[in-house]
Structures are given as structure tokens and as C-alpha cells.
């Protein structure tokens, strides 16, 4: 097996490539400035930076120390021509003048050149193998003999004589040869995994590449229609395009930091399966059967489909796709703000009057109360002494009367910052009674979801747990029926998109609330028709 070259050691770990002006970070690691400067770009919208070799966190933009020193190693290291070829392990015999040795003898304890290999005794004794600098490791540290069994049991190489000790009687041995065959099978199995999983990263980096370029190009979109909706109100409401014009900036920016960020971490990934395939390639094309065997890096192989380390960022490559596109939603509602100022628009955006959304009191839990303007539920100990029925639900929940077929809707709700509570839809089938009634317990209803100061979305079970808490009190719940979707938005400003579910939508959905020891007020809505 050929030895580390220590110029594997100027490489950049970014770009795989000699250092270009190399530059350090406060935790001691090195870079290419072009590199580092690309990926701390890519961080500038999470507001927290990390070293990409260690992942030591700076709350700031670290600053780049230019590495002097590695520079003159590169200078006068790098650049000189090798004094050596091949493996770098000279004859044994060669006294005069050396060279390169093709085969070692592990009887002789010696390495052959070409002319000395042909002389060389052709008696089973005399095992060759692979040129290498000492045998040392290919004895026995006990009994000082050539190794050639495996124990299966202890998974050990051992010697003639470990194999009629007491510590290996009655254990499986097998030939080296027999060993490292299967190991190498083991190998090859587990190359063809790695290959596999290294195309899926390609096929996911080409899809997340595409979906940026839409990103782009719907943004792009988005301006101009802006611009020219502005162009008939720009009296009235100068400032209205450069507000909206910054918010899909804004988006476009967040969702191409967010894109980058993943694919910079799956070209990560991409390296270094591509580095465990080289290694385990060289193993495999190895005729030394007890390097193989020896090799530390593969005693304990995983399996890249049980790997845990890409699950946070294929969960997020997920969430990406779930969140589908341009945010409409919000530049649109941004418009709306407007809408008294606003006497024409020719886009074909159409405001209607808003929506209430009253909540049903014959579907209301017994330990709900419910307001008098039916905008309000409260969870209360005191019970309400309503009738059971079958639409009722069993705990803490309530629906509303009105249920959306078509359309785009939106509707806020103002929440508590103590206690539990979901908000979201349904289908009016949902099941009244039973732990499948909680909304997103079952495939019927989706929620946003406050549990122990944790904020999640729920549906059909499956939890996905938010990366920042809800800081405000109010929430937004807006429903695009035919397109299927439905999103979640905290009321900041700006406005920040929580998470978006995709369905296909076959029932009516009705908003509901679930409320323990907390209250939540519905603030109200609107409607919005499709252009025709």
C-alpha cells in the first residue's frame, strides 16, 4: 500500500486544490481567501458563521489571517519536482546504486528490484507481496512467524503457531487469501452503496440547481408585474414598489442563501464519498490480502443508508421542496395593505370584503368557552354542560362554521405564548373522539403546533420541528385550495413564511383550534378570487 503523499496535506478542503492565498481562521484551520470568502457569503443571511473543518461558530464575520508561513512551504515544497518514483522503497541488494524495488519477500525480509526478482528463490516459503518497507507487521508479535490465518471469531490475523494455542482451539480460522476475499466482497457491496447514494446527491444538487434558476426567473417575474402595477398609483403611493419590490428581493435572497447553503453542504457530502470510494478502490485492487485486512479505516463500515449525518439536510432539502416557489402570498398581501389607497389596478388582483371566520359552537369541546362574538376560544376547568353529540368534539377542540371548497384565503389569529395550542384546517370528517381527533394525529387535518415552548408543524403524525420560535403574537393561516396548499406565516415584518403543506385537497376544510390552559382570538380575513 503506498504511503500518504505530505502534499496532500497543502490541499484546501473546500476547493480540493493546492492552497491559493491561503488564509486561517481563529480556530487554526486554512483556506483558499476565495473559498472561505464564498462559503462565509453564503452564512451572511443565518447571522452565524462556522468553520466548515470544524464547525467552531463566530458570532461575527471572522477575520481572514493570511497564513505566511504555509505560503513559503507551498513556495518551496510544493513546487519541487519528487527525488523519487513509485513507491519510494529501494532493492535491498542494489548497494551501489539503488533502485526501485517491485516486490518484497517476506521470508527474506527483503525488498527485490526487477534483476534481483528473477533470481530470487520460487520456493512456497518465500511469500511475495506488494513492495513495503518492513514485514513487521506481517508477523506474529508472539511467536515472531509469518501470519497467515484469520480468526473469525476474534477477528485477528494469527500465526501457525497461535492457531494450536490455547487462546484460538476450536475457533474458525481461514487463509488469508479466503478472508480477504470476503472482506473485499463486504467492500465492493459497500462501494456500490456509496455510489448509489453519491448519484442521489448529484440528481439532488442538479434538482436544487434548477430550482433555483425558477426562483430567479419568478422573481424576476414578480418585479415586473410589481413595477407595472405601481406605474398607475405612483402619485398616490410612491413608496408601494420599493416596499414590495424589497420583499422579493428579500425572498429571492433567502431562498438562494438557503439553496447555496445546501448545495455547498452536498457538494461536501458529494467529496467525501468520492474520497471513501478512491480508498476502499485501492483496497479492493490490493493483491496483499493482509493490508486489506489490516486497513484501520475500514474495520467498522457503515452503512451510507444508516448514516444519521445528511438526515438534517435532507430534512431541509424536504422542507425546501414543500415550500415550492416564490412566496406569492406575501408580496400580495403586502398590496392589500394599500387597497384604500389603491383605485385602479389592472393585474387582476380583486379585493373582496373579509371573511369572518366564526367559530361552531355545537362542534366545541365541553371545557371550551366560546365568546358571544364567536371569535374567541378559551380553555377553561369548568365545564360548559353542553349536549355530547356526534360532531362534537371530545377535548380542547373547536371548528369553524364555514368550510372553503376553491379559493385563496388567509386568516389571522392571535395566540398565547403560555400554554399548548394548534391552529390550522381540517376535513369536516375528521374523527370527534379519540387520540386520531387531535389535529395533525391523522391524515385528515394539518396544524402549527406549540408544545413545551416548542414549535412544530404536524400532519398525519409526523412532527417537523421549527429551527426559531414564534416571537410575536399573532399567526397567519392563508389556504391556496386548488394549488394545494396550505402555509403558516409569523406576523413580523416582514411577514416570515413557517412552513408550507402540500395536498390535494378533496373535502371541505374548516379551520380549527385545539386550546389547553391558553386562548386564542381569530383577527379576522379576507378573500381573494383567482384573475380570470
Same mark, same amino acid.
Not at 480460522?173 to 465492493?188: I, M, N, V, Y
Not at 369572518?356 to 371550551?368: E, G, R
Given at each position: 500500500m503506498a504511503f500518504a503523499d505530505p502534499r496532500d496535506e497543502l490541499l484546501c478542503s473546500i476547493c480540493l486544490s493546492t492552497y491559493t492565498d491561503p488564509v486561517m481562521l481563529r480556530c487554526g484551520h486554512n483556506f483558499c481567501r476565495v473559498c472561505i470568502d464564498r462559503v462565509l457569503d453564503t452564512q451572511d443571511g443565518s447571522g452565524v458563521y462556522s468553520c466548515t473543518e470544524c464547525r467552531e461558530e463566530f458570532q461575527e464575520r471572522p477575520a481572514l489571517m493570511r497564513n505566511l508561513a504555509l505560503r513559503k512551504i507551498i513556495a518551496n515544497f510544493l513546487f519541487t519536482p519528487p527525488t523519487q518514483t513509485g513507491t519510494g522503497i529501494c532493492c535491498t541488494y542494489c548497494v551501489d546504486s539503488p533502485a526501485p524495488a517491485v516486490r518484497s519477500c517476506l521470508h527474506c525480509e527483503s525488498s527485490l528490484c526487477d534483476e534481483h526478482l528473477k533470481v530470487h528463490s520460487k520456493s512456497p516459503e518465500h511469500v511475495l507481496s506488494d513492495p513495503s518497507i518492513t514485514v513487521e507487521k506481517r508477523k506474529c508479535s508472539i511467536h515472531?512467524?509469518?501470519?497467515? &490465518? &484469520?480468526?473469525?471469531?476474534?477477528?485477528?490475523?494469527?500465526?501457525?503457531?497461535? +492457531?494450536?494455542?490455547?487462546?484460538? #482451539?476450536?475457533? #474458525?480460522?481461514?487463509?488469508?487469501?479466503?478472508?480477504?476475499? *470476503?472482506?473485499?466482497? *463486504?467492500? =465492493?457491496?459497500?462501494?456500490?452503496?456509496? !455510489? !448509489?447514494? =453519491?448519484?442521489?446527491?448529484?440528481?439532488?444538487v442538479q434538482s436544487l440547481e434548477e430550482r433555483r434558476r425558477k426562483d430567479q426567473e419568478k422573481a424576476s417575474g414578480e418585479a415586473e408585474r410589481v413595477t407595472a402595477l405601481c406605474t398607475d398609483i405612483r402619485r398616490r403611493v410612491d413608496d408601494l414598489e420599493k416596499k414590495v419590490l424589497s420583499e422579493i428581493s428579500r425572498q429571492e435572497k433567502e431562498e438562494s442563501l438557503s439553496l447555496s447553503a445546501l448545495i455547498h453542504q452536498l457538494e461536501i457530502k458529494k467529496d467525501e464519498l468520492s474520497r471513501k470510494m478512491r480508498h476502499i478502490e485501492e483496497l479492493c485492487n490490493m493483491t496483499d490480502p493482509l493490508t486489506v485486512l489490516q486497513d484501520p479505516d475500514t474495520d467498522e463500515l457503515r452503512d451510507p443508508e444508516e448514516e444519521g449525518d445528511d438526515e438534517d439536510i435532507w430534512g431541509h432539502d424536504k422542507q425546501l421542496h414543500d415550500g415550492d416557489d416564490l412566496d406569492v402570498a406575501v408580496i400580495s398581501g403586502t398590496l392589500q395593505k394599500f387597497c384604500d389607497a389603491v383605485t385602479y389596478i389592472k393585474s387582476g388582483i380583486y379585493v373582496e370584503d373579509p371573511v369572518?371566520?366564526?367559530?361552531?359552537?355545537? !362542534?366545541?369541546?365541553?371545557?371550551?368557552h366560546i365568546s358571544d362574538d364567536l371569535k374567541t376560544a378559551t380553555w377553561t376547568e369548568e365545564k360548559q354542560n353542553r349536549p355530547e353529540t356526534a360532531e362534537r368534539f371530545q377535548d380542547y377542540q373547536v371548528m369553524s362554521r364555514r368550510g372553503f371548497t376553491s379559493g385563496r384565503h388567509y386568516w389571522d389569529v392571535e395566540i398565547g405564548r403560555t400554554g399548548e395550542w394548534?391552529?390550522?384546517?381540517?376535513?369536516?370528517?375528521?374523527? #370527534? /373522539?379519540?387520540?386520531? +381527533?387531535?389535529?395533525?394525529?391523522?391524515? *385528515?387535518? /394539518?396544524?402549527? =403546533? #406549540?408544545?413545551?415552548? =416548542?414549535?412544530?408543524?404536524?400532519?398525519n403524525r409526523r412532527g417537523i420541528r421549527l429551527p426559531d420560535k414564534i416571537s410575536s403574537d399573532s399567526v397567519r393561516i392563508h389556504l391556496d385550495y386548488e394549488a394545494g396548499r396550505l402555509s403558516f406565516y409569523e406576523l413580523c415584518y416582514p411577514i416570515r413564511h413557517l412552513y408550507t403543506f402540500t395536498a390535494n385537497f378533496t373535502e371541505p376544510l374548516h379551520a380549527v383550534l385545539y386550546i389547553w390552559d391558553c386562548s386564542i382570538k381569530i383577527l379576522g380575513g379576507s378573500c381573494r378570487k383567482k384573475s380570470s
Open positions: 515472531r512467524e509469518l501470519l497467515k &490465518y &484469520y480468526c473469525i471469531k476474534d477477528e485477528i490475523c494469527i500465526c501457525v503457531s497461535c +492457531s494450536l494455542a490455547r487462546g484460538h #482451539r476450536g475457533h #474458525r480460522l481461514e487463509t488469508l487469501d479466503e478472508a480477504s476475499e *470476503k472482506k473485499k466482497e *463486504k467492500l =465492493r457491496n459497500f462501494l456500490q452503496k456509496l !455510489t !448509489t447514494k =453519491r448519484e442521489e446527491s448529484e440528481k439532488r369572518d371566520i366564526l367559530l361552531d359552537v355545537n !362542534t366545541a369541546s365541553d371545557n371550551l394548534r391552529v390550522g384546517m381540517c376535513y369536516q370528517s375528521i374523527d #370527534r /373522539w379519540g387520540d386520531q +381527533s387531535y389535529m395533525g394525529n391523522d391524515y *385528515k387535518s /394539518w396544524s402549527l =403546533r #406549540r408544545y413545551n415552548d =416548542r414549535y412544530l408543524v404536524m400532519h
